[in-house]
Every structure is written in C-alpha cells, then in structure tokens.
C-alpha cells in the first residue's frame, strides 16, 4: 500500500492535494481505474472498464483496504467478489497435493535407483476450468526422473482456477517438487 499526496491527470489538473482528491491509475492487472483518494488512500467507490470486453467493475476501499466489489458483463449480469485476485490451487489444497506428489514418487523406482535427490521445477498454465496444460520441466535432476514427475503432475487432477474480480482465468504457475531419495 502506498499513500498518494499530488496527483496532476495527463491534462496538468492538479487532481490529488494533500491526500484527498481524485486519482486516475492502473490497478494491478493494467487497467485504468478512476476512484477517491482521502488521507492518502483509495475511499470509496473506484471504477473500471477493460478495453473491448463489455465488462464494467466498481471496487470498494476503505482506508485503502478492498472490501468488495461487483463486475457486470455486456449482458447486464452481475458478479460480486471479496477478492481481486484469488490465485489457483489444487482442488484439495496444497497439502493434499504435495502429499499425492511425495507419496508417487517415494515409491519411483527410478528415484530408489538412482538415489538422486534435490528439486524438479516446473511451468505450467492452470486454464480456466482448472486442467492443467502447457507443463514443462524448467531445471530437472534426471530425465526419466523428470519425466516421471511430470506426469504425476499431469495425473494430479483439476486444479481451482485462478480468478481476477471473481472471473476465471487462465494463469501460468511454478512450482518446485523436492525430491528426497533414503538410503
């Protein structure tokens, strides 16, 4: 969070004095937005509309603090969201996941083999009904290890897509799997 003191628009308005006024920005997805500044912060209602999708959003700040807000598409339907970026996960959770993981790979015979340890980083996009596509192994240890890695990555099941102002969307992910071989 930052505090906004001045502001001049692109027009050399002086918009923004000593705390209070109104603000034009981009939010964090590159959006223009136009809101209320009080003491520094975003107060109130701040608006939105992406170029060329139809879509119209209003967000809620407090003290520069999101509260909510409510997205309407070119259809007039209305969407509310507590979030502005709820980031994608596995269907069970991290820890369901990473114990799935472990689990499959403990009992590699490969990883019994060669006794390797260390991490296997992958990318991978989670598309917006939560498949995951486009995975790839960015630094591996092995590669039949990595190879088997990633397909129990690619079996791990559906994942929560990510979603920005309550609206699905594809996002790109990556993620480190440590492997520990015993002895």
């Known amino acids: 969070t930052y505090k906004i003191i001045q502001f001049w628009n692109k027009e050399r308005q002086h918009k923004v004095i000593n705390g209070n006024g109104e603000f034009e920005s981009y939010d964090i997805t590159g959006i223009p937005t136009i809101g209320q500044v009080k003491n520094g912060f975003k107060d109130g209602e701040w608006t939105g509309s992406p170029e060329y999708t139809g879509l119209k959003f209003t967000d809620l700040y407090k003290n520069g603090k999101f509260i909510s807000g409510k997205i309407i598409d070119s259809t007039g339907r209305q969407l509310s969201y507590k979030m502005l970026i709820n980031e994608g996960k596995p269907k069970k959770g991290f820890q369901e996941f990473q114990s799935h993981i472990s689990n499959v790979l403990m009992k590699s015979q490969i990883v019994n083999a060669t006794k390797l340890s260390g991490k296997i980083y ?20 092995y590669e039949k290890l990595d190879q088997e890695a990633l397909n129990t990555l690619k079996n791990s099941g559906i994942w ?21 071989a015993f002895n």
């Open 160 to 180: 929560i897509p990510a979603k920005i102002r309550g609206i699905e969307i594809a996002k790109e992910h990556s993620l480190p799997i440590v492997i520990t």
């Open 122 to 141: 992958f990318l991978f996009t989670v598309e917006k009904d939560g498949s995951l596509t486009n995975l790839k192994v960015l630094k591996g240890l």
